[in-house]
């Protein structure tokens, strides 16, 4: 079955250092991609998207990588601030009947940002 | 703020209550989603409306029923709800298209308690 999961629960990194978050999934026939960060209190906004036909994705100080050959997802975030402290998520897309779809979450990661 | 507001914030209720969450999105998508968030887990897909027809219902108790009365509202009523349906619930909303056309917009949540 479908699954998305995180390697690392948590990561705790200094102020200016570069940021990896893991994801793997299962579903190789997942075609697009989401991360989300969630801040204490809220729900989760979107960061950045890649499809399937893509290896990399770059926005403003983060990078996704996608690796299709071991289906995996991570999220690089440059110079990494205080404001950046939350818990993040990868989603995978998949069919939910007919032409409709559904995203699947992993468990989330909390970064934790030293200042 | 994401254009999908969630009411009440946080609710504590008895399990012989009977309380209903409210979402509301004025993005003009035409889906929405309810999603229950439990501590250490991944976030868990409960309901699914496209143009305010229910298309995805990810085995829910009966304890949990949601109304889609327009494509801009969604309910989730709630009744002899148990301990463990303690957890943030939340709504969100998308709408198929151009540009990120799977993102989904999620609400701030609601805290849920039940005693």
């Known amino acids: 079955g479908e699954s998305v999961g995180l390697h690392l629960p948590t990561l705790s990194v200094q102020e200016g250092d570069n940021s990896i978050i893991n994801c793997a999934y299962s579903n190789s026939a997942s075609d697009y991609f989401i991360w989300y960060k969630q801040e204490s209190g809220k729900g989760p906004q979107f960061i950045i998207d890649?499809?399937?036909?893509?290896d990399k994705r770059q926005g403003q100080r983060v990078t996704v990588l996608l690796n299709k050959t071991v289906k995996h997802l991570s999220l690089q975030i440059a110079a990494t601030q205080p404001g950046d402290s939350a818990v993040y998520f990868c989603a995978e897309k998949s069919r939910s009947g007919g032409s409709n779809y559904k995203l699947t979450f992993g468990k989330g990661t909390l970064l934790t940002v030293n200042p | 703020e994401t254009g999908v507001t969630q009411t009440p914030r946080h609710l504590v209720m008895g399990m012989t209550n009977k309380k209903s969450l409210k979402c509301e999105q004025h993005l003009g998508h035409n889906a929405m989603y309810w999603y229950k968030q439990s501590a250490k887990k991944p976030l868990e897909l409960m309901f699914v409306?496209?143009?305010?027809?229910?298309?995805e219902n990810n085995s829910v108790p009966s304890r949990f029923s949601p109304e889609c009365p327009n494509s801009s509202h969604l309910f989730l009523h709630l009744h002899t709800l148990q301990p463990e349906d303690s957890a943030l619930y939340l709504c969100?909303?998308?709408?198929?298209?151009?540009?990120?056309?799977?993102?989904?917009?999620f609400g701030p949540g609601t805290r849920l308690t039940v005693l």
């Open positions: 969100a909303s998308s709408s198929a298209g151009a540009g990120r056309a799977y993102e989904q917009f």
């Open positions: 409306y496209s143009l305010e027809e229910r298309v």
């Open positions: 890649i499809r399937s036909n893509m």
